[in-house]
């Protein structure tokens, strides 16, 4: 049986992709507004808040429409996706290490080793509720 695309829900999850983008970048690049910008720039705090409000959806559809249509479950897709999450945790924290925004101690190491078990229980729990 052939699948009919969807194109509407692809668009819809695009748009969603691109709000959560937005929304990150306006918290984490040019952090929360404060009283002071809403005193002195009135329009672009109004104007990033509006956006933030509209942006803070979008994670449940993004999430909501990526789990429908795109979770198939097979060990090689999930081996994969730990080794990702590996990959990337790791990398994150030597590029962090690199350019001195962390220092590298054995807290750290035990942070990323403790984040990467609790992913190895959660992906654990996962399987054995999909099993029983």
């Not at 959560?20 to 306006?26: F, K, S, T």
């Not at 795109?70 to 030597?94: A, D, E, N, P, Y």
């Not at 590298?104 to 609790?118: H, S």
């Amino acid at each position: 049986m052939t699948q009919v695309r969807q194109s509407n829900i692809e668009l819809l999850r695009i748009v969603a992709m691109f709000m959560v983008m937005m929304l990150h970048v306006n918290n984490t690049a040019l952090g929360l507004p404060t009283t002071e910008d809403a005193q002195t720039a009135i329009l672009p705090t109004l104007t990033r808040i509006f956006f933030e409000l509209l942006s803070i959806g979008s994670v449940n559809v993004f999430v909501l429409i990526s789990g429908w249509f795109g979770i198939r479950f097979s060990w090689k897709s999930l081996t994969t996706f730990i080794f990702q999450c590996v990959f990337i945790t790791w990398g994150m924290l030597l590029v962090m290490v690199c350019f001195g925004f962390v220092p590298l101690t054995l807290r750290n190491l035990d942070v990323i080793y403790l984040c990467v078990l609790g992913l190895f229980k959660l992906i654990w729990d996962y399987i054995f509720l999909l099993l029983h």
